[in-house]
Each structure stands twice: as structure tokens, then as C-alpha cells.
């Protein structure tokens, strides 16, 4: 398993909720969403966003 830097991980998840919050730029959304697939070896957003929270040890991050 890679080793993830949770400091990195912790900016990738508050980065994705701001966008989802708000209006994202072109593209923005989808590559937040493959960054965090990727860095925490997923297929998909809501099981990154779930293995992040698992990582960081907080509260689950609704995806939008």
C-alpha cells in the first residue's frame, strides 16, 4: 500500500467540499474527484471521500 501524507490528503478533501460547495471551474469537480481516487486507491468518490475520513480519523464528508 502506498504511504499517503495526510497533511496532502486532509487539503484534497477540504479543496473537493469547497467545489462542491460552490460553483467549480471546467474540469475542477472531476479532477479533484480522480486525485482523491487515486491518492487513496479507489474507484470512486464516495469510497475515497470514506477512506480519507478513515485515514484522518473525522467525520464523514458527504459528496455531492
Given at each position: 500500500m502506498a504511504i499517503v501524507d495526510p497533511l496532502v490528503l486532509r487539503r484534497l478533501v477540504e479543496r473537493y467540499t469547497a467545489v462542491t460547495a460552490g460553483v467549480p471551474g471546467p474540469g475542477q469537480r472531476e479532477d479533484l474527484e480522480y486525485t482523491l481516487c487515486v491518492?487513496?486507491?479507489?474507484?470512486?468518490?464516495?469510497?475515497?471521500?470514506?477512506?480519507?475520513?478513515?485515514?484522518?480519523?473525522?467525520?464523514?464528508?458527504?459528496?455531492?
Open positions: 491518492y487513496c486507491g479507489v474507484r470512486d468518490i464516495e469510497a475515497a471521500l470514506a477512506r480519507a475520513n478513515e485515514i484522518l480519523g473525522a467525520p464523514p464528508t458527504a459528496a455531492a
